[in-house]
């Protein structure tokens, strides 16, 4: 798990955005379509198709204490699951969060 677990940081400090999802969780599609829709650039890791993905979900469960998906990471900064993401757009905190992180150029209306 060491290996997954230094695979994970690396991922979350070369981007300023990061999705831990698989493909068929509906909640991990909502959080990516909502990056998506306000023009955020984001690395998804689609942890059902990576060979090692098991691993680096057990690891950030060890990290962060939080097994499910989607995991998101804002700046280096675990951020959470899909509620919190839509919580944190709806009190207007998120698109502050990803310009800060250089995940989006500009803030737009």
Same mark, same amino acid.
């Given at each position: ?37 306000? =023009? ?24 962060? !204490? ?13 951020? !959470? =699951? ?19 992180? =250089? ?7």
């Amino acid at each position: 798990m060491e290996k997954a677990t230094v695979k994970a940081k690396q991922i979350v400090e070369s981007n300023g955005a990061v999705v831990f999802s698989k493909t068929f969780c509906p909640y991990c599609v909502s959080v990516k379509k909502l990056l998506t829709d306000i =023009g955020a650039t984001f690395k998804a890791v689609e942890l059902n198709t990576e060979d090692d993905g098991a691993d680096i979900q057990a690891a950030l469960a060890a990290w962060t !204490g939080q097994r499910t998906v989607p995991n998101v990471f804002i700046g280096g900064k675990h951020i !959470g =699951g899909n509620d919190t993401t839509q919580d944190l757009h709806k009190q207007g905190k998120l698109v502050p969060l990803l310009v800060e992180a =250089g995940a989006i150029a500009k803030v737009t209306a």
